[in-house]
Nanobody, 131 residues
Framework: QVHFLESGGDLVQAGGSLRLSCAAS????????MGWFRQAPGKERQVISC??????????????YYVDTVKGRFTISRDNAKNALYLQMNSLKPEDTATYYC??????????????????WGQGTLVTVSS
């Protein structure tokens, strides 16, 4: 059974940092691209960052996607040995306030990120950024 458990959300002041984690289970994590999504109150869930399946070249950027609003502030990474996905968030802004989710996606490259593939969502983790 596919399962995602997100953690690391908190209340933080603008300009602060947080590191989100996602523990994945029930599928071959190392063979799937992964993504972070967020949903702000009253808005639709949107993708913010994705990463391809490999974890042996952390500085290789061509297989990572970032939406323009988080470029230069957020960094996605993964550890296939731990079935874990991470999102380092720096210089947080009030508009980053949302519930954050992880999901398997069809693909990831510098230009775009594929759709979620496993039709499963976790509970998410809430990030609140105060001004």
């Amino acid at each position: 059974q596919v399962h995602f458990l997100e953690s690391g959300g908190d209340l933080v002041q603008a300009g602060g940092s947080l590191r989100l984690s996602c523990a994945a289970s029930g599928f071959s994590f190392e063979n799937h691209a992964m993504g972070w999504f967020r949903q702000a109150p009253g808005k639709e869930r949107q993708v913010i960052s994705c990463i391809a399946w490999r974890d042996d070249a952390p500085d290789y950027e061509d297989d990572k996607y970032y939406v323009d609003t988080v470029k230069g502030r957020f960094t996605i990474s993964r550890d296939n040995a731990k079935n874990a996905l991470y999102l380092q968030m720096n210089s947080l802004k009030p508009e980053d306030t949302a519930t954050y989710y992880c999901a398997a996606v069809a693909y990831s490259n510098r230009v775009s990120c594929g759709e979620p593939t496993l039709a499963v969502w976790g509970q998410g983790t809430l990030v609140t950024v105060s001004s």
